[in-house]
């Protein structure tokens, strides 16, 4: 891409944002300060207010708050080692040995390789992300220290919020409570919780441990949930009641919950009405066995919310950190195509994401962090349908990604009519 005579380079921390489409459709300048935005005015071509020499013209791409990545391992991920081919195991205690024998053998240390993927997420165009860590006998709490080591070095990039994850159950395995106890003590900020019933086989064993600890440590929650059927669904109702009881509202998630898009009638709505009267969000990440139905439990006033789950690692070959191509991928499978579903699949990595993860300040009004990301796009729907570039990336108001550009594509909203 050409740089045009005379224009200055692009700053590390434009003092403005000119042209660039807002979701609504709205041309606009977006003024920054001090790590924030100052003013959002429609779009002169004088410059208005934020006329100046450190301000960025995006050539009316559009503008959205940085994604957020509401689900992710960080010290899974095999990026930044050599490839290992997927090997495939009959249940989930198989897969979990499997993973314990792989990371064994990986010679290239946790750190490193949660590096490469949180480097990869920010070019993306990802501003935060809720990480699951590993926290078991045969690790204790090594991969936890490896993360929080990694969220230090990226704190001026990235947010980063950490799940003390035990991946080995916690009733049936000993030691974990208080592993997990440890870990809430040195830096996590939540602590999770794996398949009540068809893991530890134990729901209020496991849910009187989870919820206790987060009590104790005034910390969020945060539980896979894998089982299917009804046994899924009472297993969330039973997280909800609990929820509910206990006033935690808005700090409780049940990730995958694949057991929702398992059943109907009364089942899902009793279910997604307990869930919303409690203040359970529901995580998903799209197909795998089945996917809750997002818009059936948004109407209930569920917040769901998106995240990548598994990048490159035992689990699964795939993924790409990319948090677009993540709503797209749900916007897919869950049948979203009109305009306003393509933005309904767009808040799942932005606005609820968001709200899910209990970030505050963040969004595009005058005193919102500047956590943004342009997209070489002309609105909301293209964005999520077409795999566009991301052209810039900011975080507190300073540029992290991709690798700045000296001049930026003029967009065209519409093609122009032909023969009229």
Same mark, same amino acid.
């Given at each position: 891409?050409?740089?045009? =005579?005379?224009?200055? +380079?692009?700053?590390?921390?434009?003092?403005?944002?000119?042209? =660039?489409?807002?979701?609504?459709?709205?041309? &606009?300048?977006? &003024?920054? *300060?001090?790590?924030?935005?100052?003013?959002?005015? #429609?779009?002169?071509?004088?410059? $208005?207010?934020?006329?100046?020499? %450190?301000?960025?013209? /995006?050539?009316?791409?559009?503008?959205? +708050?940085?994604? =957020?990545?509401? *689900? &992710? *391992? /960080? #010290?899974?991920?095999?990026?930044?080692?050599?490839?290992?081919?997927?090997?495939?195991?009959? %249940?989930?205690? @198989?897969?979990?040995?499997? @993973?314990? @024998?792989?990371?064994?053998?990986?010679?290239? +240390?946790?750190?490193?390789?949660?590096?490469? /993927?949180?480097?990869?997420?920010?070019? /993306?165009?990802? $501003?935060? =992300?809720?990480?699951h860590v590993d926290v078991d006998p045969d690790i204790g709490l090594a991969a936890l220290h490896a993360v929080l080591g990694v969220r230090e070095e990226f704190q001026d990039r990235l947010g980063i919020q950490l799940v003390a994850f035990p991946q080995s159950g916690v009733v049936s395995s000993p030691g974990v409570a208080d592993l997990l106890d440890a870990a809430l003590a040195e830096g996590a900020d939540l602590i999770g919780g794996l398949d009540p019933a068809g893991f530890d086989g134990d729901v209020d064993g496991q849910l009187d441990i989870v919820f206790r600890l987060a009590e104790r440590h005034g910390a969020g929650i945060d539980i896979h949930l894998h089982d299917g059927g009804e046994s899924g669904t009472a297993q969330l109702r039973a997280v909800a009641e609990r929820t509910a009881a206990l006033g935690l509202g808005g700090t409780v998630t049940v990730s995958h919950a694949y057991a929702l898009g398992q059943v109907e009638g009364s089942e899902l709505a009793v279910t997604a009405d307990a869930l919303a009267a409690a203040g359970v969000s529901i995580m998903t990440n799209g197909p795998r066995d089945t996917m809750p139905p997002v818009l059936r439990l948004r109407e209930h006033g569920v917040r769901v919310f998106a995240g990548s789950d598994n990048i490159r690692d035992s689990w699964w070959p795939y993924g790409t950190a990319d948090m677009l191509e993540r709503a797209t991928i749900i916007g897919l499978q869950g049948g979203l195509m009109t305009d306003e579903e393509l933005h309904a699949a767009a808040s799942l990595i932005t606005g609820e994401a968001a709200a899910a993860l209990g970030l505050t300040g963040y969004g595009l009004a005058p005193g919102d962090r500047a956590d943004l990301v342009v997209i070489a796009a002309g609105g909301v729907p293209e964005a999520v349908a077409a795999h566009p570039e991301r052209l810039l990336v900011l975080h507190g108001g300073r540029v992290v990604g991709p690798a700045p550009r000296t001049a930026y594509p003029r967009l065209t909203l519409a093609p122009p009519e032909v023969g009229r």
């Open positions: 891409m050409s740089h045009p =005579v005379g224009a200055p +380079p692009i700053p590390s921390a434009p003092a403005a944002l000119r042209n =660039v489409t807002l979701p609504d459709g709205r041309r &606009a300048d977006i &003024a920054l *300060h001090e790590g924030r935005i100052a003013a959002v005015t #429609d779009h002169r071509a004088d410059g $208005g207010a934020v006329r100046g020499g %450190t301000s960025v013209d /995006l050539g009316g791409a559009l503008l959205l +708050p940085a994604f =957020v990545d509401g *689900h &992710a *391992h /960080l #010290d899974k991920t095999l990026l930044g080692a050599p490839w290992q081919p997927h090997r495939t195991t009959a %249940t989930l205690r @198989e897969q979990i040995a499997d @993973e314990r @024998e792989l990371r064994a053998s990986i010679e290239v +240390p946790v750190a490193a390789r949660a590096t490469a /993927l949180a480097e990869r997420m920010i070019s /993306l165009g990802t $501003g935060h =992300v809720r990480s």
